[in-house]
């Protein structure tokens, strides 16, 4: 079993940046593909960023590419997503999901995550 912990959500006028924080225990951190979900209010959720275990590997939502940038720290079994240039339309609850997928196809990857953290909102005002 793997437990999630996110923490970094809050407030923030449209342009400026935060950065959420994703903490994982219960599993060997390396070991497990970690991605960022979010879901805004009458939406599905979507996928927004997720890392291949430890191969570097990143895939990133359209909308999201050149302002986002998810990282981890293995030495600290955290993960990370950078926002910047923030949009009212990245207004959502965030969260942090792992799975065991090793799968190059974020689509199956998307589908595989069965871990989640209690999800962090982050809001952005215009």
């Known amino acids: 079993q793997v437990q999630l912990v996110e923490s970094g959500g809050g407030l923030v006028q449209a342009g400026g940046s935060l950065t959420l924080s994703c903490a994982a225990s219960g599993r060997t951190f390396s070991s497990l593909s970690m991605g960022w979900f979010r879901q805004a209010p009458g939406k599905e959720r979507e996928l927004v960023a997720d890392t291949i275990r430890n191969t570097g590997i990143t895939y990133y939502l359209d909308s999201v590419k050149g302002r986002f940038t998810i990282s981890r720290d293995n030495a600290k079994n955290t993960v990370y997503l950078q926002m910047r240039s923030l949009k009212p339309e990245d207004s959502a609850l965030y969260y942090c999901?792992?799975?065991?997928?090793?799968?190059?196809?974020?689509?199956?990857?998307?589908?595989?995550?069965?871990?989640w953290g209690q999800g962090t909102q982050v809001t952005v005002s215009s």
């Open positions: 999901a792992a799975t065991d997928s090793l799968s190059y196809s974020h689509e199956i990857r998307r589908n595989s995550y069965r871990y």
